[in-house]
């Protein structure tokens, strides 16, 4: 006995149109029999799918809202109230249609993520070629994917090249160069080349599905404003209800009964805080922010100190060779003898160094022999009958190589400028220092000074490694203040104390070796969530593209969300008073009552949709914040610990 | 005891009054574990024991609330 939509829509316009005809026939001859004869169909068509959906509740003994309407609506015709019946039923089904679509523009956005998810995929099978639903491709299938084409798994590259769009995952469109064993992922778009890709998840397993299922469940997660107004639209409901009684048996006004039946349920109210949080949440999954529900949302708004992991997050994790100093000897030759030591060793330090080398096209000829390692300091070989030894100043000194004062005095202006230095010896001579510095990130800058604008009052960093090359990245970006040399378990104290004085913290790393201190914040922020599965799960807030420059727009969009939230909830609240008020004083009957009703559930519905478009359509109040610090002017003084 | 999650598609919900009368009766049947309905996406996530119902049977509650199941 269901009603389908399309009926349902049918007989909304039917009804709608019966009023119309009603009103001109009262326009000719007021009080006709004919236009309450037209009133009754109207209100009949546009009553029957209430009454039959609250038949529906009634049979499996559950109690609902167009249970109320139907009563109100059976009332007003038996009371003789026929413009009142047939304009509450019609109002009632032609709001239900306007909210459903205007609730599907609140949901747009991870709507048009979802499409974005592959359907067909073309694998290679005993040498041929055959195209088979994404969903059943294998683990260890070769995909083949064509120029333009989409990639349905992830999985690493076997063979070929081409710049891939991995905007549904990382919200990023400029594309990325892929190549022979790198990580492409499911529902990125392969721009220009041809690509063999070994299946490695597939299905349900893929980050893009555990995207779309981490923002679904997200989007469920209540708010603290919503558990608040469920609360209050829990009791409101019945409180109606028993007042409509009341009234209704002290009065004898059965008009004003039906009334309050009509205004029982705060629909505006119950979806004021859904809507905003679902159009934030969407649009951040759209834009490679993941926020994991309401509540993150509240927290994430109310952040004023944002503490930074260093290797990373702030600083791009790949150390460079930032300037080479030769004594008596080329750098090319410096840098190729250099490397001929470090090639076998696993140390970060010496890959750079390799690295450098390789990348400037030197070729390592000779073999190391009695490589000796030197924990802590660095190592030791015989390389072309000489004894070479790379390593820290330390262990120079351990081994009775001299310094003068302009190594020294090089290295020390090294160090002040963030660099690691590192000595090269032949037979106990100093030969050369090669300066090594994890490079800042080229957006790093330009987002403090966003994250300040956004209302962050302080920015720091904890970082394991020393106060020296921490000071100087400080300094770079103008951090307030800088937790240097910590273990891991000093940066989950030092989270806790910040919290414990009062801060709303959020901490913010790479998700892995800062898992717990992420855990530990207010909110948890990883970044390049495309990473692994600890990370999605640890983090509140997953950035997922490697970079710093989404955190900006996540605070601002999480403040946007939550004061369009706002605006709902005391839009709502403000209207509930009103209509009581105005049944009350007998300004609002039936029909308004439901009108004024229906509007305000479509203008908050209206006003979420306004968060689809963020950064778009909204008005930016400059509040004067008096807590917001400027860049602190750092002195070269201060660095010179 | 053999417990199952499903989620149901449904048409899109626009009055979140149905999450009650929709939650309110799935839990109050046998076999079923937990009901939750996701508003937003307009799914409802079933926990059921797979020995005393099924999501046929889910389904068919679900439909005969005044809810068409999509999938």
């Known amino acids: 006995m269901n009603i389908n939509t399309k009926t349902r829509n049918i007989l909304t316009l039917v009804s709608g149109g019966l009023l119309l005809a009603a009103l001109a026939v009262y326009l000719l001859t007021p009080g006709s029999l004919a236009q309450d004869i037209i009133l009754i169909v109207a209100a009949i068509f546009a009553g029957v799918p209430i009454a039959i959906k609250a038949f529906q509740a009634l049979r499996m003994k559950a109690f609902s809202i167009d249970l109320l309407v139907t009563i109100a609506v059976v009332g007003a015709m038996i009371i003789g109230e026929y413009t009142e019946a047939a304009v509450v039923s019609f109002l009632f089904l032609f709001g239900h249609y306007l909210e459903g679509h205007t609730l599907q523009r609140t949901r747009a956005s991870l709507k048009s993520l979802m499409d974005m998810a592959p359907l067909e995929a073309t694998i290679l099978k005993n040498g041929k070629r055959i195209t088979i639903p994404a969903e059943e491709v294998q683990v260890g299938d070769h995909v083949i994917v064509q120029p333009g084409g989409k990639i349905p798994v992830d999985g690493k590259v076997i063979t070929g090249q081409s710049l891939i769009n991995q905007a549904a995952i990382t919200g990023e469109s400029v594309p990325v160069n892929k190549t022979k064993g790198d990580q492409v992922f499911s529902s990125t778009v392969s721009d220009n080349g041809y690509l063999e890709i070994l299946a490695e998840k597939v299905g349900d397993d893929t980050t893009f599905a555990k995207i779309i299922e981490l923002v679904e469940e997200a989007q469920e997660t209540k708010a603290k404003t919503q558990k608040f107004m469920e609360r209050f639209a829990a009791y409101y409901t019945p409180g109606i209800i028993i007042l409509s009684v009341i009234v209704g048996l002290i009065t004898l006004n059965v008009h004003l009964a039906l009334t309050f039946l009509v205004i029982a349920c705060p629909g505006a109210l119950v979806i004021s805080v859904p809507v905003s949080i679902v159009a934030g949440i969407g649009n951040g999954a759209k834009n490679g922010i993941l926020i994991k529900g309401g509540d993150k949302m509240e927290d994430l708004a109310k952040v004023n100190t944002l503490v930074f992991d260093k290797t990373g997050t702030l600083t791009k994790g790949k150390p460079e060779v930032t300037d080479i100093k030769a004594y008596g000897i080329s750098t090319d030759e410096l840098l190729q003898l250099t490397a001929e030591v470090e090639v076998t060793s696993e140390h970060h330090l010496g890959k750079t160094i390799v690295k450098k080398a390789e990348e400037k096209g030197l070729k390592l000829v000779h073999n190391p022999s009695d490589v000796e390692i030197m924990k802590g300091h660095g190592l030791r070989a015989m390389l072309n009958g000489q004894q070479i030894y790379v390593g820290n100043k330390s262990g120079a000194e351990k081994l009775g190589i001299a310094i003068d004062i302009e190594a020294n005095e090089y290295m020390l202006q090294q160090q002040k400028n963030g660099n690691t230095s590192v000595f090269i010896a032949r037979d106990k001579e100093v030969i050369g220092i090669i300066s090594i510095a994890d490079q800042v990130r080229e957006e790093a800058p330009a987002t403090m000074n966003q994250l300040r604008n956004a209302g962050i009052g302080d920015l720091m960093m904890l970082t394991g490694d020393n106060e020296l090359v921490a000071q100087k990245v400080a300094y770079q970006l103008g951090i307030d203040k800088v937790y240097a040399e910590l273990l891991p378990e000093d940066k989950v104290s030092k989270v806790t104390e910040l919290k414990t004085s009062g801060r709303n913290v959020a901490m913010i790393g790479d998700g892995i070796n800062d898992a717990p201190a992420i855990a530990t914040a207010d909110v948890g922020i990883a970044m390049g969530g495309t990473g692994t599965d600890v990370t999605m799960e640890t983090a509140d807030i997953i950035l997922m593209s490697d970079k710093l420059d989404k955190l900006p727009y996540a605070i601002k969009l999480a403040k946007a969300t939550i004061r369009n939230m706002k605006q709902n909830t005391y839009f709502a609240l403000i209207t509930v008073a009103l209509l009581l008020v105005g049944v009350l004083t007998d300004k609002i009957h039936l029909a308004s009552g439901m009108l004024i009703h229906e509007i305000s559930v479509i203008l908050v519905i209206l006003n979420a949709v306004r968060l689809v478009g963020f950064p778009k359509y909204q008005v930016w109040f400059k509040w004067l914040n008096f807590n917001a610090k400027k860049r602190k002017e750092h002195t070269e003084t201060q660095l010179t610990v | ?71």
């Open chain 2, 1 to 71: 005891m053999k417990m199952k999650t499903i989620k149901i598609q449904l048409e899109t919900l626009t009055c979140p009054s149905c999450i009650n009368k929709i939650e309110g009766v799935l839990n109050k049947q046998n076999g079923v574990d937990d009901a939750k309905v996701m508003f937003n996406s307009s799914k409802v996530k079933v926990t059921y024991n797979e020995e005393e119902t099924n999501p046929e049977e889910i389904s068919a509650i679900i439909e005969k609330l005044g809810y068409p199941v999509l999938s």
